[in-house]
């Protein structure tokens, strides 16, 4: 779903990614030095409809990204075609 150029400004090194044990939409990278990675999630088909009145991310971002805030770490969220 990313390409290195566009994780590795943000977390440094990494593994290059791997599927999530937990979701077959969502794709797992951790840093190189075991420091904190990122989770990218790929919503459902159609999900950007419901984008705007998810609840949850209400600090807004740049370039139409929403943060939570309130999670155990920051999490993001935009739309890009027709899913979140």
Do not use: H, W, Y
Not at 30 to 58: I, N, Q, R, Y
């Amino acid at each position: 779903m990313l390409k290195p150029d566009e994780v590795t400004p943000v977390i440094g090194e990494n593994d290059g990614g791997r599927p999530s044990p937990v979701s077959n939409d969502a794709c797992v990278r951790l840093t190189s030095d075991g420091g904190p990675g990122m989770t990218v999630l790929l919503g459902p088909s159609a999900s950007a409809a419901s984008f705007a009145a998810d609840s949850e991310f209400t600090e807004a971002g740049p370039d139409d990204v929403r943060f939570d805030p309130f999670g155990s770490g920051l999490r993001a969220q935009f739309a890009a075609d027709l899913r979140a």
